[in-house]
């Protein structure tokens, strides 16, 4: 059973039919495709149960009241003090683009959840604070702060020192919302006194206009508990035992009186050439805008839906990347061929923005690129390669044909492997050739002068000439790219040569033979 119905069906068995969904992030950083995993498996989730009949409410929350850890190696040096800052109050990275460094990344990522068909109901976590949405919960853990001190040293195993306390103060003097103390509290009037271990600081701080926020394992069980939520999905440092979704839940059942929500773990996504997670702090994250700009909204949620939450995805935007987009081509074909099992059906449909429909198939990935090479860019020649190898109705929309084109061409251009890029020689190259090898370039230019030939054909008889001839195949296929292409190594023979202007491979293997 595909892996999001069978969850989908456990959380409504246990919950209901009416779940309130959560997920969210920090925007630290540049929300690249490995954040989209907690977001992607809630909406695959929440689509299998819509499917069965659940009502859903979908919430995103941003936590943009979190703090910036430290420089990352994206910021100027001039952010330094803004460490121990709210997200929120820090402005924009590189300029006045946005009102604050956490819209400069929620933007483009809030854009990307709209072309791939993401619907959520967004919050701000410091509007939530600042609008006292969370002070009963706040109020009841400053009640209850020996209970819960003691909840989270049994259950994680950290010691926490006797002046703890769940609420962090932002300290109105030097802005850092990691360095306040609770010093005493005055629950009926929704403040608590601090000092600023920063600049030492004191004052009120009213925790029913947003002064400052819950620590982060007291934060979740509230948000747990206000909203309410039935069902979030979280990275799997968060499932450890003794984590953080386990705090929470006692914290959520024992404190704050309410079940906690059904939780799922995911696995992380790890980018080819790079050792760990992705992460915008070492920089080795492709971003979701990036993705969309080389392969369309459906290929980015098929990324996360052919892979269990449990299973880490193993990324290589180039020669991976291109047999994704192929693969998921093929599973189209299946699909629109009614070849596919249930599986393959669900998996696709889960795959779509809107209702599956019969569409214009897609170029695939490989063929396109090659053709772009091998047509040196001309958009006359590319039509009339795409049209000879059977693809005239895939260009037939301008507007998809185009946009296909695009995106090669910037996958060429970023992320294609040395192996795979190639231009064709406009002069007739000096190659040290045998006498065999030359009979075989002959040979063939007379072969193809005499009828029209099918890739695979074309590919078989290459390497049956080569072969007659006393040569191995490396003998035999590497002068084709070397008087084609310079190079020892290229796209398959037979359908390379396809793609090519006959007369000019015929003129080019006769040139090379004088």
């Known amino acids: 059973m595909y892996w999001a119905k069978e969850l989908a069906k456990k959380i409504i068995k246990v919950k209901g039919k009416k779940i309130n969904i959560a997920t969210g992030i920090t925007p630290s950083g540049h929300i690249h495709i490995g954040n989209m995993r907690e977001v992607m498996t809630a909406e695959l989730v929440r689509r299998e149960m819509e499917v069965l009949g659940a009502k859903v409410r979908f919430i995103y929350i941003a936590d943009d009241f979190d703090r910036l850890r430290k420089l990352y190696p994206f910021l100027p040096v001039s952010f330094q003090k803004y460490i121990g800052w709210p997200l929120v109050?820090?402005?924009?990275?590189?300029?006045?683009?946005?009102?604050?460094?956490?819209?400069?990344?929620?933007?483009?990522?809030?854009?990307?959840?709209?072309?791939?068909?993401?619907?959520?109901?967004?919050?701000?976590?410091?509007?939530?604070?600042?609008?006292?949405?969370?002070?009963?919960?706040i109020k009841l853990a400053l009640e209850n702060k020996d209970k819960i001190k003691k909840i989270l040293e049994e259950i994680s195993g950290r010691s926490i020192p006797d002046d703890w306390s769940?609420?962090?103060?932002?300290?109105?003097?030097?802005?850092?919302?990691?360095?306040?103390?609770?010093l005493k509290e005055d629950l009926k009037s929704n403040r608590v006194f601090y000092k600023c271990s920063n600049c030492h600081e004191t004052g009120w701080a009213d925790f029913s206009k947003g002064e400052g926020k819950l620590s982060w394992r007291v934060d979740w069980p509230a948000r747990w508990n206000k909203f309410p939520v039935d069902f979030e999905p979280y990275g799997k440092e968060h499932a450890t035992l003794g984590g953080s979704y386990d705090t929470g839940k006692a914290i959520c059942e024992k404190i704050f009186g309410s079940p906690a929500p059904y939780g799922v773990g995911y696995d992380l996504i790890y980018l080819k050439g790079f050792k760990g997670k992705m992460s915008s702090s070492i920089g080795n994250v492709i971003s979701a805008n990036e993705f969309l700009e080389i392969v369309p909204p459906e290929i980015l949620r098929y990324l996360f839906v052919k892979t269990k939450n449990d299973k880490p995805i193993y990324f290589d935007p180039g020669i991976g990347l291109l047999q994704l987009v192929d693969e998921y081509a093929k599973l189209e074909q299946k699909y629109f061929e009614k070849k596919a099992n249930q599986d393959e059906r669900e998996i696709y449909e889960a795959c779509q923005i809107q209702k599956a429909g019969k569409s214009i198939p897609a170029i695939p990935f490989k063929h396109l690129v090659n053709t772009i090479q091998a047509s040196q860019g001309n958009i006359k020649e590319i039509e009339r390669i795409l049209i000879n190898t059977g693809h005239k109705k895939a260009i037939s929309d301008q507007k998809m044909f185009d946009e296909q084109i695009t995106r090669a061409k910037k996958w060429l251009e970023k992320y294609a492997p040395d192996n795979i890029k190639f231009s064709i020689l406009k002069q007739t190259p000096k190659v040290n050739l045998d006498s065999a090898q030359k009979e075989m370039l002959n040979i063939l230019s007379i072969?193809?002068?005499?009828?029209?030939?099918?890739?695979?054909?074309?590919?078989?008889?290459?390497?049956?000439?080569?072969?007659?001839?006393?040569?191995?195949?490396?003998?035999?296929?590497?002068?084709?790219?070397?008087?084609?292409?310079?190079?020892?190594?290229?796209?398959?023979?037979?359908?390379?040569?396809?793609l090519l202007d006959k007369d000019f491979v015929i003129k080019r293997f006769i040139d090379i033979t004088k």
Do not use: M
């Not at 976590?125 to 009963?136: P, R, V």
């Not at 769940?166 to 609770?182: F, H, Q, R, T």
């Open 89 to 137: 109050n820090i402005p924009d990275p590189i300029g006045d683009c946005h009102k604050s460094y956490a819209e400069h990344f929620l933007a483009p990522f809030f854009e990307v959840l709209g072309k791939i068909g993401v619907k959520v109901e967004k919050f701000s976590a410091f509007k939530l604070y600042k609008e006292g949405f969370y002070t009963e919960q």
């Open 166 to 182: 769940p609420y962090n103060p932002l300290c109105k003097s030097c802005g850092k919302i990691d360095e306040a103390k609770v």
């Open 447 to 498: 072969d193809l002068a005499k009828k029209s030939w099918q890739a695979e054909e074309l590919h078989n008889h290459i390497y049956e000439v080569g072969k007659r001839l006393g040569l191995s195949p490396k003998e035999t296929f590497q002068p084709v790219y070397q008087v084609l292409i310079g190079k020892d190594h290229g796209p398959k023979a037979g359908w390379f040569i396809a």
